[in-house]
């Protein structure tokens, strides 16, 4: 067994004690963090995790950013990709190879189908898909379907993706 967190965490150099309080506890293999706001003149480690991460642009973006931390006991790779969204990819050997991949995609972006077909024909198999997509469906727990939340049901559909969801209704 183990264990893969995600947060978006609307900041983390500011909740880091917090971040150490869910790794002490969870020991977890990954983090997918988004919404990190870090910036690429900010360093950031944690003692027992390599960190993999695209930093804000605060030119074009005020808010964002995403970051996946490894265990140091599970070995791992970066995984290159090439996309205007803002992912990372690493590849980690649990029992097996596997990709996992954190997206954030920002509530007011436009974001192309095009885009997120592009990523997942980057990401070998088998792959997690983890993030914040901002995307509001019935599917999934919602009350009610938006604009990106169809799309997101398009994508799931033309990838033959499984979802991984508990049906809670999450609040913003």
Request: aromatic fraction near 6%; proline fraction near 6%.
């Amino acid at each position: 067994m183990f264990t893969l967190l995600s947060w978006n965490c609307r900041g983390v150099r500011n909740k880091i004690q917090d971040l150490k309080a869910l790794l002490n506890l969870s020991q977890p293999v990954c983090v997918a963090l988004q919404e990190t706001f870090l910036k690429s003149n900010l360093n950031f480690k944690l003692r027992g995790y390599n960190c993999v991460r695209k930093d804000v642009d605060s030119v074009t973006s005020p808010s964002g950013g995403v970051c996946i931390l490894t265990s140091n006991s599970y070995p791992s790779s970066p995984l290159p990709l090439r996309t205007p969204l803002q992912a990372v990819a690493v590849q980690v050997h649990i029992r097996t190879l596997v990709t996992v991949c954190c997206i954030y995609l920002p509530p007011h972006d436009v974001i192309f189908l095009d885009d997120l077909n592009a990523l997942v024909d980057q990401l070998p198999a088998p792959f997690l898909l983890i993030g914040d997509f901002n995307g509001h469906s019935t599917l999934w727990g919602s009350d009610c379907t938006n604009s990106c939340g169809r799309q997101i049901e398009q994508f799931i559909s033309d990838n033959c993706l499984c979802l991984l969801n508990e049906n809670e209704n999450i609040l913003s």
